[in-house]
């Protein structure tokens, strides 16, 4: 029995151990996994990439084309050629004369060369345009790492949030389990009722539900988070609990800057720039195309005799260099279409980079009201902590001495409960409402977390 115990005991402390050593998952490892794993992300650099492969100058329509062709036929002839009519030297009817396998063969092939040297500007300012959408795609995968890393801290914070919570129902379920052992002792000596006893069993009971629905919640909340790092659904960590706040002075500035740094406004400018290229694109459907073309080509031609003639072979090569000047003096109105589309497109971008510069105006207003509002709840909720942990404090010395029933010592623990668990939600609000500040101020990638 003795040595059961000692191994009983053992395998505590080992698993103790264990979740002592639990990794801590810290804010900037989390961030680092999530721009490494995270699927999201690995399809926005993908389209990055896609767009830095269009803007090469191999996509320009710079560089001449050249093709190669070559070719090969083989004839083989039988024939019979009939002299009707005709008469030889003795002058007996000339005879028939037979072609048996007779055989052609023709052998060609070419090098063709062609190169735009002037096409109006098109390519030109299509290969700037190109240029652009390579950084209006590197925005759009910023606004992806922004909206993940804001995915990633609400379930972060969620999950640190569900850790101190646990911890808060692990002291609660520890002092209501202490309560059924002195109730029990004062019922031994005859001080209390049978009635405390189920009383403090009852507050236990609802504490090992409450435990026990905070440790569930954890646990999804973890597997929320692996999705969002692209890692094994039952990896186990911890997560910093610890939470500070920028200085109010650092965050005026942030916002005096929110304007030239918001990724929602610069795509709107890099469309901006994009919709101008697009015009000058189709005006140069106004102007002449110059090009040089150039072939170099080698043909051989092995013919079979014939009746008359005996079989050749005819080896030629030839080099042409060649310009030709296009000029669609009229195209039906096509380009002016084009054009006058391209301007109105232009005409509409700017007006959405009025309406999105307004709603991130709003936005930013918006998202620092509820963020100094939540701040101050937070504020207010330490305080209420701090309250009701003294006022626990003196209505435990009081049930301890008799003076308070087992009902209101319960309601000084429920009341500290709930303003602990209260403060845990407010802290992590606040902090996020934070974080939804920084996106708005183009800022949120450029801070410590």
């Known amino acids: ?50 767009a830095e492969n269009n803007k090469s100058v191999l996509n320009s329509g710079y560089l001449p084309t050249l093709t190669g062709t070559a070719g090969a036929t083989y004839n083989r002839d039988d024939s019979t050629i009939e002299f009707p009519g005709q008469l030889d ?23 063709n ?21 390579y950084q209006l795609s590197e925005l759009q995968a910023r606004e992806t790492i922004e909206n993940t890393v804001l995915q990633l801290f609400s379930v972060y914070f969620e ?24 109730a029990e002792y004062s019922f031994e000596y005859g001080q209390n009722t049978k009635l405390d006893i189920l009383n403090a069993q009852v507050d236990v009971t609802n504490d090992s539900i409450n435990l026990l629905n905070a440790q569930q919640q954890l646990s999804n909340a973890k597997r929320d988070l692996n999705v969002v790092l692209n890692q094994g659904l039952e990896s186990t960590f911890e997560v910093d609990t610890l939470v500070s706040f920028i200085p109010k002075l650092q965050l005026d500035e942030m916002i005096a800057e929110a304007q030239a740094n918001n990724v929602a406004i610069l795509q709107t400018e890099k469309n901006l720039t994009i919709n101008a290229y697009d015009i000058k694109v189709s005006k140069s459907g106004y102007l002449p195309t110059l090009g ?83 701040l101050q709840i937070f504020s207010i909720q330490e305080q209420n902590v701090t309250t009701n942990q003294n006022n626990f404090e003196r209505s435990k010395e009081q049930f301890q001495l ?47 977390f």
């Open 292 to 374: 040089l073309t150039g072939t170099y080509g080698w043909n051989l031609n092995q013919s079979a005799a014939s009746a008359f003639f005996p079989g050749t072979n005819n080896t030629t090569n030839n080099v042409a260099i060649g310009a030709n000047l296009t000029w669609n003096l009229f195209d039906g109105g096509g380009t002016t279409v084009r054009v006058k589309n391209a301007k109105i497109a232009y005409k509409n971008q700017e007006l959405l980079k009025q309406q999105i510069t307004l709603e991130v105006d709003r936005d930013i207003r918006n998202a620092l009201a509820i963020y100094e509002n939540r």
């Open 159 to 182: 999950i640190a949030r569900l850790s101190e919570n646990k911890r808060v129902f692990e002291q609660a379920l520890a002092i209501s389990k202490d309560r059924i052992k002195r």
């Open 113 to 133: 060369l062609n190169y735009v040297l002037f096409d109006g500007l098109g390519r030109f300012y299509n290969y700037k345009r190109l240029k652009e959408q």
């Open 1 to 50: 029995m003795r040595k059961i115990a000692t191994i009983g005991g053992l395998f505590f402390v080992a698993c103790h151990t264990l979740i002592g050593q639990t990794e801590v998952l810290s804010k900037q490892e989390a961030v680092q996994l999530a721009l490494e794993n995270n699927f999201g992300i690995q399809v926005a650099k993908n389209q990055v990439n896609i």
């Open 402 to 448: 008799g003076r308070i029933t087992s009902i209101e010592f319960r309601q000084a623990q429920i009341n500290l409960l709930n303003a602990q668990t209260n403060k845990n939600l407010a802290k992590y609000d606040a902090k996020l409402a934070e974080l939804q500040v920084l996106q708005f101020t183009g800022q949120l990638l450029n801070v410590e």
């Open 89 to 111: 030297a003795d002058g007996n009817p000339r005879a028939d004369v037979e072609i048996e396998k007779a055989e052609a063969q023709r052998y060609n092939s070419a090098l």
